[in-house]
């Protein structure tokens, strides 16, 4: 029997989707895959369909009781001998799942971080042969991801106890601390990394101004009646104040947060899910592991913590493919509120500053003219060639951008002169020729670059070198403060003899220079 056979038994399909083969060979070959990919990409069949064909047990590391239990049903309805061992287990399940596993008949097993790495439950594993161990949701394990779970530190352990098993890790963020750390925290040997498209080709992302974000929702969703959606919010009294705004609109709205009793929760949450109440407005404690593919739109009522938070979180919206809506209320006075927030927390000073970098990444986002799905796939390393997405709002304005390759080529010239080593701020002086006291010095009047781009404001200028870290013709990084310096491809621009298009935001006021 081929693993065509199988995928064709068990799960109904002919063929296999981008990744997948590559991932279920390397698999085959003994070798440990890490697998990003966005959600609804078929990453589960992936850990999932070598056990069933091998006739071997499979172990599958997955963070939420919801999500296993969701899992397991769906397989035991193929004909799968999928089981769960968790914290719900009554001893006597226990027992019946524990013979079973020693008996050989289970193919797949779903367990919670602790159980796994639990002494009783390597004992129970020590002599059966193991054809993987999965981790699901594998950015947990990281800090620099949106969710981490102590618990999933303690899975350093797998390598060390089974090291002839390959293991899989797959999550769909796609940032490269976060790839980094799932290696090096599970301790994957050589792994096969496997990246698939992070583009949501269905999802619609537009950024509103929050000044009536309440009005604006109230009317979103007159014309949205019969249609499920998430509404996130920052606080949990702003889930309730919002959700009880909606009710009294007509609207029907519940609250979801951490702070709810945990059978107000559950009930808030099925409700929702089996759609006897339209809209949830929720803190980020809602959504890994709610399975609900129809949902049509979710708006952010405040800004998320970062870009990854964004995706993951709009994420949730049309899972079953079809066209979705997401919208993000912004504010400046968010991020304020948020840096403010990140300096009094307790973590260390070097967390602190990466949380502050990702609200930045977050905030340049939400200013920006460039396409929102570009400019995301671009966060997460990936190209994106097309120009123009024509689902989202920048690229449905009208002209909002312009070619202006010469002064974008301008503006590299002067990144490269620098040698990487100034901030924006400087090199916007620097090109605008700015009277500044700090511009003063020789130094700086000495650069070929220096006054080059008198006609365009200063803070236009601000704009265009943020939009070309956006379109990856720039950098931004270092540890102290953020330096800009020439990517790669903006080498090769201002090396290159193309001329090719740079498209920019159009500068609002030209013709006239000015420090603002
Ligand atoms: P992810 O875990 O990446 O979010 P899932 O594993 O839930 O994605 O798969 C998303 C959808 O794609 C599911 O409906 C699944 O049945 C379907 N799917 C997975 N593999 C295939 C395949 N080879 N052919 C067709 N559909 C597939």
């Given at each position: 029997m081929s693993l065509y056979d199988t995928l064709r038994d068990y799960w109904g399909y002919s063929s296999f989707l981008p990744q997948q083969t590559e991932a279920i060979s390397a698999i085959y070959l003994k070798q440990d895959v890490l697998l990003l990919k966005a959600t609804g990409g078929g990453k589960s069949l992936c850990y999932q369909i070598l056990p069933v064909h091998e006739k071997k047990l499979g172990i599958v590391v997955s963070p939420l009781i919801s999500l296993m239990k969701d899992q397991v049903d769906d397989l035991c309805q193929k004909g799968i001998r999928a089981v769960t061992l968790n914290s719900d287990s009554t001893p006597d399940e226990k027992r019946r799942t524990e013979t079973a596993i020693r008996e050989g008949k289970i193919h797949l097993l779903y367990v919670s971080p602790e159980r796994f790495v639990s002494e009783r439950f390597v004992r129970l594993l020590k002599n059966i042969p193991l054809s993987l161990i999965a981790i699901d949701e594998?950015?947990?394990?990281?800090?620099?991801?949106h969710d981490f779970r102590p618990d999933y530190r303690k899975l350093r352990m797998i390598k060390k106890t089974w090291p002839d098993v390959p293991v899989i890790a797959v999550t769909a963020t796609a940032t490269r601390e976060v790839k980094d750390d799932i290696v090096r925290q599970l301790n994957l040997k050589d792994p096969c990394v496997l990246i698939g498209s992070f583009n949501r080709t269905n999802l619609n992302y537009e950024i509103r101004e929050s000044g009536n974000a309440k009005g604006e929702i109230i009317a979103f969703l007159n014309n949205h009646r019969d249609e499920s959606g998430i509404i996130y919010c920052f606080s949990r009294k702003s889930t309730e104040e919002l959700s009880q705004c909606l009710r009294e609109n007509g609207i029907s709205s519940l609250p979801y947060h951490a702070g709810l009793k945990d059978n107000v929760r559950r009930k808030n949450q099925e409700s929702f899910v089996r759609d006897k109440t339209q809209i949830i407005c929720a803190t980020v404690a809602f959504g890994m592991g709610i399975n609900k593919p129809d949902i049509r739109f979710v708006i952010h009522y405040e800004l998320p913590k970062d870009i990854e938070s964004y995706y993951q979180e709009t994420g949730r919206a049309g899972r079953d493919g079809l066209h979705s809506e997401c919208i993000l209320f912004y504010n400046r006075g968010d991020s304020a509120k948020q840096i403010w927030l990140i300096d009094k927390g307790d973590s260390d000073k070097d967390y602190k500053e990466v949380q502050k970098k990702k609200l930045f990444s977050l905030t340049r986002f939400c200013e920006s003219p460039v396409c929102r799905r570009h400019a995301l796939l671009t966060y997460f390393g990936e190209e994106y060639e097309q120009k123009n997405c024509e689902m989202c709002d920048n690229c449905r304005k009208e002209n909002p951008r312009v070619d202006a390759k010469e002064y974008a080529w301008k503006v590299l010239a002067c990144v490269s002169e620098l040698n990487g080593q100034l901030g924006r701020g400087k090199i916007v002086q620097i090109l605008s020729g700015s009277s500044a006291k700090e511009m003063e010095s020789l130094r700086f009047r000495k650069l070929k670059s220096f006054g080059t781009v008198v006609e365009i404001s200063e803070k236009q200028l601000e704009q265009w070198v943020d939009e070309l870290v956006f379109q990856g013709y720039l950098t931004r990084s270092g540890r102290r403060y953020p330096v800009v310096s020439l990517s790669k491809e903006g080498k090769t621009y201002l090396n290159g003899q193309t001329g090719a298009p740079i498209f920019l935001s159009?500068?609002?006021?030209?013709g006239g220079k000015s420090h603002g």
């Amino acid at each position: 029997m081929s693993l065509y056979d199988t995928l064709r038994d068990y799960w109904g399909y002919s063929s296999f989707l981008p990744q997948q083969t590559e991932a279920i060979s390397a698999i085959y070959l003994k070798q440990d895959v890490l697998l990003l990919k966005a959600t609804g990409g078929g990453k589960s069949l992936c850990y999932q369909i070598l056990p069933v064909h091998e006739k071997k047990l499979g172990i599958v590391v997955s963070p939420l009781i919801s999500l296993m239990k969701d899992q397991v049903d769906d397989l035991c309805q193929k004909g799968i001998r999928a089981v769960t061992l968790n914290s719900d287990s009554t001893p006597d399940e226990k027992r019946r799942t524990e013979t079973a596993i020693r008996e050989g008949k289970i193919h797949l097993l779903y367990v919670s971080p602790e159980r796994f790495v639990s002494e009783r439950f390597v004992r129970l594993l020590k002599n059966i042969p193991l054809s993987l161990i999965a981790i699901d949701e594998a950015h947990c394990i990281s800090r620099w991801g949106h969710d981490f779970r102590p618990d999933y530190r303690k899975l350093r352990m797998i390598k060390k106890t089974w090291p002839d098993v390959p293991v899989i890790a797959v999550t769909a963020t796609a940032t490269r601390e976060v790839k980094d750390d799932i290696v090096r925290q599970l301790n994957l040997k050589d792994p096969c990394v496997l990246i698939g498209s992070f583009n949501r080709t269905n999802l619609n992302y537009e950024i509103r101004e929050s000044g009536n974000a309440k009005g604006e929702i109230i009317a979103f969703l007159n014309n949205h009646r019969d249609e499920s959606g998430i509404i996130y919010c920052f606080s949990r009294k702003s889930t309730e104040e919002l959700s009880q705004c909606l009710r009294e609109n007509g609207i029907s709205s519940l609250p979801y947060h951490a702070g709810l009793k945990d059978n107000v929760r559950r009930k808030n949450q099925e409700s929702f899910v089996r759609d006897k109440t339209q809209i949830i407005c929720a803190t980020v404690a809602f959504g890994m592991g709610i399975n609900k593919p129809d949902i049509r739109f979710v708006i952010h009522y405040e800004l998320p913590k970062d870009i990854e938070s964004y995706y993951q979180e709009t994420g949730r919206a049309g899972r079953d493919g079809l066209h979705s809506e997401c919208i993000l209320f912004y504010n400046r006075g968010d991020s304020a509120k948020q840096i403010w927030l990140i300096d009094k927390g307790d973590s260390d000073k070097d967390y602190k500053e990466v949380q502050k970098k990702k609200l930045f990444s977050l905030t340049r986002f939400c200013e920006s003219p460039v396409c929102r799905r570009h400019a995301l796939l671009t966060y997460f390393g990936e190209e994106y060639e097309q120009k123009n997405c024509e689902m989202c709002d920048n690229c449905r304005k009208e002209n909002p951008r312009v070619d202006a390759k010469e002064y974008a080529w301008k503006v590299l010239a002067c990144v490269s002169e620098l040698n990487g080593q100034l901030g924006r701020g400087k090199i916007v002086q620097i090109l605008s020729g700015s009277s500044a006291k700090e511009m003063e010095s020789l130094r700086f009047r000495k650069l070929k670059s220096f006054g080059t781009v008198v006609e365009i404001s200063e803070k236009q200028l601000e704009q265009w070198v943020d939009e070309l870290v956006f379109q990856g013709y720039l950098t931004r990084s270092g540890r102290r403060y953020p330096v800009v310096s020439l990517s790669k491809e903006g080498k090769t621009y201002l090396n290159g003899q193309t001329g090719a298009p740079i498209f920019l935001s159009k500068p609002k006021k030209t013709g006239g220079k000015s420090h603002g």
